[in-house]
């Protein structure tokens, strides 16, 4: 007889072989870290594009072309010394006064008009380039990887233990699920990395690193007094952690960075 500790322990395994089939170890110059993907480059921008139909449902595009031409401009010189070249970024703007901004798996970056408005070109570049590094660092594949792997592991429990939620269900990293990986807010370390590798990108495009802290003043100010719970400090938390760690690193960036 089967104990359910012992099951569970086969469905460990099952994971990690269906984990580890087509997976492979490789150093990432964003992270500077050998990282484990299982998740590669095809299958990100197939859900990327799969989410985006999802975003252009609940969101309107900008027909702003004077917007959009800034955030592709900007956008253009991000992309140009980003670490990672396996994929083609692209930058939207929608029409949104919630300040806000996000990564869609495959390099998909969208601005809200509401935040392009009050930055100017340099704290654009920080809040651009911010997404652009979550992307190079593959924080949102490997978010979707950490989901897929609990998904399967409750999807394999279920059925063995007679549940009678549809396994397929479980198993499926649907469109809203990936929808809201991408929403939600980061870990403290995926927004401190992030923040580093936009400041870094910034400075390598031309533009002031700086203003990273003066874009995240900028937006707490506007935000006003109930700043944490509201647009871009919702989905981008820890600001004030955040702009202590950039003054301490952004001093190093040209040290670093010049030939």
């Not at 984990?19 to 964003?30: M, V």
């Not at 901004?101 to 704290?123: C, E, F, H, R």
């Not at 400041?199 to 495009?205: D, F, K």
């Amino acid at each position: 007889m089967v104990t359910f500790k012992k099951f569970l322990l086969i469905c460990s395994l099952v994971v990690l072989s269906l984990s580890l089939y087509g997976c492979s170890t490789i150093y990432n110059p964003a992270t500077e870290k050998k990282e484990f993907v299982f998740i590669d480059t095809d299958s990100e921008i197939a859900i990327g594009k799969s989410v985006q139909e999802e975003v252009l449902i609940q969101k309107k595009p900008s027909k702003d072309a004077a917007l959009e031409e800034r955030v592709r401009r900007i956008g253009r010189r991000l992309a140009a010394v980003s670490d990672r070249k396996d994929l083609e970024y692209k930058f939207y703007v929608l029409e949104e006064k919630e300040l806000n901004a996000m990564a869609l798996p495959g390099g998909l970056i969208y601005v809200n008009s509401g935040l392009v408005k009050i930055l100017d070109d340099d704290q654009l570049a920080y809040v651009i380039g911010h997404e652009v590094g979550h992307v190079a660092a593959r924080h949102i594949a490997k978010k979707i990887q950490a989901n897929l792997t609990y998904q399967l592991i409750f999807a394999i429990a279920s059925a063995g233990m007679g549940s009678d939620r549809p396994v397929t269900r479980s198993v499926a990293v649907g469109v809203d699920t990936v929808y809201q990986l991408a929403s939600l807010g980061y870990s403290r370390k995926d927004e401190y990395e992030a923040d580093k590798i936009g400041a870094r990108y910034s400075y390598r495009a031309g533009f002031d690193p700086y203003g990273a802290l003066t874009a995240l003043e900028k937006i707490k100010q506007e935000e006003g007094p109930n700043w944490k719970a509201l647009g871009y400090f919702r989905s981008h938390p820890y600001a004030d952690e955040r702009i202590a760690a950039l003054k301490k690193y952004i001093p190093e960036i040209s040290a670093k960075n010049d030939p």
